[in-house]
């Protein structure tokens, strides 16, 4: 597969200079056109729509360009440097000119280019893919009126195969959500990353209502057992492949009739394997809740002091070197300066450690030792000390239970917010609420009103409620 065999060898090249960001929006100029009209554009409207653009944002502060673009060799007349940027975008192969019979020119985006466009402007409006419609979409295809046509059988596949790569690439953004979250260095990032960033792109668009209204399993059998009951009716199968030779679709009949069996066996293989992908893409989600909450926790508990303590080691380290001590061994007092934390998340940025052979090591039996029961105790009540501010989902359930009393649901801005207790309440019942336990669910509100917390942080003011059923 050679890519430089469909598009110019330089097409790519004008995304590289410094004019690249004009570059892309002259292009989206052309592109919006080609949306908006049914006919070809002419090359004076798409001129007219470059003049204006760069009367409204003059091209300034370029040194140089790769391209030989710079301030010295651009046209200075605005209407002679949209010319010169239109016959750029066609020696690069972005678009072509078509030469009308009253020797007029009309502008033509080729195919390949349209299809890069629209990626693009896919990735910069942040389009996401609508998996319930998908599943629908497929589903209808597949058991409507005309479900056994080779043309609904070729839209439900190619479906399939749109909505199993975006659930892959809901598996794979998961983990870049994730490091964005784990590199918050502040409890109001952190929140507003959880709550707002991740809630939005992924748990409300994707997950949430994925899991709910439209699930999978709702379609995933039916769709099964369509395709399966297709296979076996050869004599269908046949008419549609002689169809696909009447329409020039395939060559023969035997190519035919492979190109619908592949179609619906990879269908069928897709929704009887779709779980797997699920059980992954939630087990993903669940690693992303545990490092929220870890995360909240640190952050939580070194919020405010570690700025502090930063500046007592540098300011006690650089005593040390004045006086001519910096050499010796540090006092036993200078460790409550820091604190270590074990590191949980690998990422490829993480140091690799080659194994080695394990030493065999000469076995002797231990004398049994008598532990003391009261530093038993004691180190229990440390234990105790240092897991209490962790929320289980059941404590959860029964805070909740409280809260609503006969009310059908309740907002966050209602709970009680006294002391930290009541915070880290308020924190857990979101964060527990995407557990498969949980008997409520948290649904985020177009209210800007938010719960103010100044020594740690804020919440948005979201709605809590039972889930059906419950």
Do not use: C
């Not at 609904?152 to 794979?172: K, M, P, S, V, W």
């Amino acid at each position: 597969m050679n890519i430089f065999e469909r598009i110019p060898e330089n097409f790519f090249s004008i995304l590289t200079t410094k004019l690249k960001h004009l570059h892309t929006d002259l292009l989206f100029l052309i592109y919006q056109q080609f949306k908006s009209s049914i006919y070809i554009i002419e090359r004076d409207v798409v001129i007219d729509y470059f003049v204006e653009y760069l009367e409204t944002y003059p091209v300034t502060n370029v040194e140089s360009d790769e391209e030989s673009d710079s301030l010295t060799t651009l046209p200075k007349e605005t209407r002679l440097l949209a010319f010169h940027f239109l016959n750029k975008f066609i020696e690069h192969g972005w678009v072509e000119l078509e030469q009308q019979p009253n020797w007029s020119y009309k502008v033509i985006i080729p195919d390949y280019a349209i299809r890069i466009l629209d990626t693009f402007e896919k990735i910069a409006l942040g389009y996401q893919m609508e998996f319930r419609g998908q599943v629908l979409s497929i589903f209808q295809n597949l058991t409507g009126t005309e479900g056994y046509r080779y043309i609904a059988i070729q839209q439900a596949y190619e479906t399939t195969d749109a909505f199993l790569n975006g659930l892959r690439e809901l598996n794979h953004n998961i983990k870049r959500y994730m490091e964005e979250m784990l590199a918050s260095t502040s409890i109001n990032e952190l929140l507003h990353h959880l709550f707002v960033v991740y809630k939005e792109r992924i748990l409300d668009t994707h997950f949430y209502r994925l899991k709910t209204s439209e699930h999978i399993s709702k379609y995933r059998t039916q769709i099964i057992r369509r395709t399966e009951d297709m296979l076996y009716n050869r004599t269908v199968i046949e008419e549609q492949a002689q169809l696909m030779v009447n329409d020039r679709v395939a060559k023969s009949t035997h190519e035919a009739i492979q190109t619908i069996d592949n179609w619906l066996e990879s269908i069928a293989a897709s929704f009887r394997n779709v779980a797997e992908l699920e059980n992954e893409i939630d087990s993903r989600n669940q690693k992303y809740v545990r490092a929220a909450e870890r995360r909240i926790s640190l952050l939580y508990n070194n919020s405010g002091n570690l700025a502090a303590h930063i500046g007592s080691i540098l300011k006690f380290l650089s005593g040390l070197i004045r006086n001519g001590e910096g050499k010796g061994e540090l006092p036993e007092n200078f460790s409550q300066f820091i604190q270590l934390y074990r590191q949980e998340f690998l990422d490829i940025k993480s140091p690799s450690v080659v194994r080695s052979a394990n030493a065999k090591i000469a076995q002797t039996p231990l004398d049994i030792i008598e532990i003391d029961e009261e530093k038993k105790l004691q180190k229990l009540k440390e234990l105790r000390e240092r897991t209490k501010e962790v929320k289980a989902v059941e404590q959860m359930n029964e805070f909740v239970k409280k809260a609503l009393s006969d009310k059908l649901d309740i907002h966050i801005s209602e709970f009680p917010m006294a002391d930290t207790e009541d915070w880290l309440n308020a924190v857990y019942t979101v964060i527990r609420s995407t557990s498969k336990n949980s008997i409520y669910k948290v649904e985020m509100e177009s209210d800007s009103k938010i719960l103010v917390n100044v020594s740690v942080g804020k919440l948005p003011n979201m709605k809590v409620k039972l889930k059906e059923g419950r």
